[in-house]
């Protein structure tokens, strides 16, 4: 007898186990892919994160070239309450903001400050402003009753600000009522840091990285290379204005404040340097090294970031 042909009608199925390998290759396959994706994103942020800081490293000369002098850190003490300085807790963020295409907010800020108006009353200070804020950040924007927060400071040297006198005597660019210029940064603008970037805390109560209500023990506009990048050693202040994060630990200090440069870039932090470039420094920075870059005039030799 002759086999009976197969109609070409009939097809054949996938089996179940040909099914599962399938599944089991593309399963790999997207494994494989993911963390590419991952780091191409990552790498985008990072590139986005160095540009914002390189437009405000130029707004800073900028604002130079207009005064003949770089904007102070802040316009009242870390501690200093009980004063008519005490309305002025703003710092050099709302400075430069001309220098940014943000006029129109300046303009609106201005005449608050002329009336020396406490700055968690000023219309405006609720302003996102993304040139402030880190692409990788994932609590931005942050913004209270206090204002926006970002992720960008300034920076007031490689120690932290002590209470009292030494607020208004920092090594580095920005500190109360600071007045520095070019000529002031001995060690050369390409050995000194201007500004830097940590992370936001997602409770409301943290001050750090507020560009309003500033001082009150805590140096929220301003960073300290103190410790190594992303370091898990805590930022000290006052314990009503700063809260423990598991990113951004905190212990409470009545002498001394600091906020260490971090970030959600892996290995280290952006830093932007006085003469306005750009570079990423990493965690493994020799620890003396990296205070020596927060100072502007200590006439250390700079090692190798």
Not at 80 to 102: A, D, H, V
Not at 134 to 155: D, I, W
Request: a neutral charge; one cysteine or more; glycine letters at 8%.
């Amino acid at each position: 007898m002759f086999a009976r042909p197969i109609s070409p009608s009939v097809r054949r199925a996938f089996t179940l186990v040909e099914l599962l390998v399938v599944i089991a290759i593309i399963g790999v396959l997207i494994a494989l892919l993911l963390p590419a994706v991952q780091q191409a994103r990552e790498a985008a942020r990072r590139m986005q994160c160095t540009n914002n800081q390189k437009q405000l490293g130029l707004a800073m000369h900028n604002y130079h070239d207009t005064y003949q002098k770089f904007p102070p850190g802040y316009f009242v003490g870390v501690n200093q309450t009980g004063t008519t300085y005490n309305y002025k807790r703003y710092c050099w963020m709302q400075s430069i903001l001309p220098f940014i295409e943000q006029a129109a907010l300046a303009d609106l800020l201005q005449p608050q400050i002329n009336a020396q108006d406490l700055p968690w009353t000023w219309n405006g200070r609720e302003t996102v402003i993304e040139g402030f804020m880190c692409p990788s950040e994932p609590t931005a924007p942050k913004v209270n009753t206090r204002g926006f927060h970002g992720n960008y400071l300034a920076v007031h040297g490689g120690q932290s600000l002590k209470h009292g006198d030494n607020d208004r005597n920092a090594l580095g660019m920005f500190y109360v009522e600071s007045t520095t210029r070019f000529a002031d940064i001995t060690d050369g603008t390409s050995n000194v840091a201007m500004l830097g970037e940590t992370i936001l805390v997602p409770d409301d109560n943290d001050r750090r990285g507020a560009y309003y209500m500033t001082g009150w023990n805590t140096a929220n506009a301003t960073l300290a290379l103190r410790d190594t990048p992303n370091s898990t050693l805590p930022d000290t202040g006052n314990s009503s204005a700063m809260q423990d994060y598991k990113f951004a630990p905190f212990q409470h200090s009545s002498d001394w404040v600091r906020v260490n440069a971090r970030s959600f870039h892996p290995g280290g932090v952006i830093i932007t340097r006085a003469d306005a470039s750009v570079r990423f420094v990493g965690e493994t920075v020799d620890l003396t090294t990296y205070r020596n870059f927060g100072n502007r005039a200590d006439g250390q030799v700079l090692g190798e970031l």
